[in-house]
């Protein structure tokens, strides 16, 4: 059963704990996903497994948190991550992001330092809103945008979900793509070349950006968006015992 994260000022988060050893493993999911996927659920087994603690939670209007999704901005996620950063996850963070969470993940290392000491894109997908929403946007839905506020955009993984004006205007607030990002802890970034959401170059041009001198792209020739099939779980293991070896906490 998840835990509960109740907020005075702000929706209460659901989430997954496992006690273990520093320094602990983080998931941040996607937009429109949540804490409980195959890429998770394995991060939990391999924490199990080394002994190390794990966190997993939904960001708020996501899962099983309290809010509302299409009022969600790219500031409310961040700060459901800084929060439960500072009240509820203990000691040094490794930040596992899969596509909207490698954006959170870099906003977590930026934002807390003192916390996040390596950090794990998986088809990381900062600055999405302007990099890839708006600019592939269609007339029509720029028009909707316009004279409705969102526009609802198609998913291969579900129904379709609103895209919101305020979504968009908000985000760039928290854009890290517009100039170096300055970050020294260790950095994989795993994406796949099949991936038709986020192209693989993102991560490539991620990489180029962050200023530390321990950053690697790993492309899996097969993989897809979402990098859950058990060769890219794999993967996955293996980049964290490499880090955590590193780390040596």
């Known amino acids: 059963m998840p835990h509960l994260f109740p907020r005075p000022h702000g929706p209460s988060l659901s989430y997954h704990k496992i006690a273990g050893r520093s320094p602990a493993i983080v998931f941040l999911h996607g937009f429109h996903s949540d804490k409980d996927g195959q890429k998770p659920q394995y991060l939990a087994q391999f924490c199990k497994q080394h002994d190390l603690a794990f966190y997993a939670f ?5 899962g099983q948190s309290e809010g509302n999704f299409e009022e969600g901005t790219i500031g409310q996620w961040r700060q459901d991550t800084c929060d439960m950063l500072d009240h509820v996850i203990q000691g040094p963070v490794i930040a596992v992001g899969s596509s909207m969470g490698g954006w959170m993940a870099l906003l977590a290392a930026l934002d807390r330092a003192e916390h996040i000491v390596g950090m794990v894109g998986i088809a990381a997908a900062p600055d999405f809103t302007t990099r ?3 600019p592939n946007a269609s007339p029509e839905q720029h028009n909707l945008l316009k004279s409705q506020g969102y526009f ?3 998913s291969a993984y579900g129904p379709p979900y609103p895209i919101t004006q305020k979504l968009i205007e908000e985000s760039q607030n928290h854009t890290v793509m517009k100039n170096p990002i300055e970050l020294n802890i260790p950095t994989v970034l795993l994406h796949g070349m099949r991936d038709v959401d986020v192209p693989y170059t993102e991560s490539i041009e991620l990489a180029g950006k962050i200023t530390g001198q321990d950053v690697e792209v790993i492309l899996r020739k097969m993989g897809d968006h979402r990098l859950s099939e058990a060769d890219d779980l ?3 293991g293996q980049c964290l015992e490499r880090m955590i070896q590193k780390i040596n906490i």
Do not use: V
């Not at 939904?58 to 996501?62: A, E, K, L, P």
């Open 152 to 154: 609802l955009r198609p």
């Open 58 to 62: 939904d960001h708020s209007g996501h």
């Open 132 to 134: 890839l929403i708006t």
């Open 234 to 236: 794999t993967c996955l």
